[in-house]
């Protein structure tokens, strides 16, 4: 897992709180080095100009496939200075928020929603301000390589609970990276896609005759009086048997008898002449061969 932390200044806890939404979707794995401090100048209403430090993680793997979606969900935590906890004491005595984050991936843009966990801003001098954020976005590479993540800007609203009435918002807070400054907080390598092979069925033991299938179909030409049979035999994996198909139509004492040899598709048919209609036993007997076991067909057919 990647993890970054993001140092900086804040001098309003509502910027506070939008960066770390923005930069925890995209950090190292912890395994890997963290990045140096980045800083951001932050645009507030009200407050002006700010600054604000940030720790985060993310779950992306050291490398993805590309050409397939990745679920990319982050947790972190922003701190803020107590000249900013004083700063967010004037607007109530807890806050939330929602941020855009438009990072990036290469050149690719990933779009991030987040959300500030509902903080409450502590009252006592010197104390720091810490808020939880988490967050999610989906990555579908399309570059292969290494690429890097990077959080160049991002704009923010935040709300500030009010007892028995609306809450007061603060927004929208926009950063953007100071200039110069790297914004890079993870690389990730993106890796051809691992085609997964057709599922075929497994190859016939060599010596081992296989079970087969034997079907068939009957069609009666009435102005002839001509009965065709269409027959078909398939081994178990889903190969044309070869061999010969013995067919018999039986009506009371007489009986029609054809052989058939069967084609390189596993088909063949037999045709009987001065069939007069009626109700008949059909008997299809595929014989076998070396790779093919005997099988049989039985059916009455009616014949009108």
């Known amino acids: 897992m990647h993890q970054s932390v993001i140092r900086r200044t804040l001098a309003a806890g509502a ?3 939008v960066a770390v939404t923005g930069m925890a979707a995209f950090t190292a794995p912890a395994t890997a080095a963290t990045s140096g401090p980045v800083p951001f100048t932050c645009q507030v209403p009200v407050l002006g100009e700010r600054s604000f430090t940030l720790v985060a993680d993310t779950n992306l793997p050291e490398k993805v496939e590309k050409g397939k ?4 969900s982050f947790t972190a935590t922003v701190t803020a200075p107590d000249n900013v906890r004083g700063g967010a004491t004037l607007f109530g ?3 939330e928020g929602t941020a855009k984050v438009v990072a990036k991936a290469g050149t690719q843009n ?5 959300n500030v966990a509902l903080t409450t801003i502590p009252t006592t001098p010197n104390t720091e301000l810490v808020l939880p954020v988490s967050g ?3 990555w579908t590479p399309t570059t292969l390589g290494t690429q890097q993540i990077t959080l160049p800007s991002f704009e923010a609203t935040l709300s500030f609970p009010q007892a028995g009435g609306a809450p007061r918002e603060l927004g929208p807070i926009t950063c953007a990276a100071a200039a110069g400054a790297s914004t890079v907080v993870d690389t ?5 896609s691992a085609t997964t092979p057709p599922t075929t069925p497994p190859p016939a033991t060599p010596g081992v005759a296989q079970a087969t299938k034997t079907t068939s179909t009957v069609k009666y030409k009435k102005k002839a009086k001509k009965a065709v049979v269409k027959v078909a035999v398939a081994n178990a994996d889903g190969t044309a048997a070869a061999g010969k ?10 009986k029609a008898t054809s052989t058939v040899t069967l084609n390189a598709k596993g088909k063949g048919k037999a045709a009987f002449k001065k069939i007069a209609p009626g109700k008949y036993k059909l008997t299809v007997k595929y014989t076998g061969s070396d ?3 005997k099988s049989q067909k039985k059916s009455n057919v009616k014949i009108k």
């Open 245 to 254: 198909v013995k067919v018999v139509m039986k009506k009371g004492k007489k």
């Open 69 to 72: 979606a990745v679920a990319v």
């Open 15 to 17: 910027s506070a709180a």
């Open 110 to 114: 990933l779009p991030v929603t987040a």
């Open 188 to 192: 990730v390598e993106v890796v051809e």
């Open 136 to 138: 999610s976005t989906t």
């Open 93 to 95: 005595t807890s806050v």
């Open 291 to 293: 790779a093919s076991k």
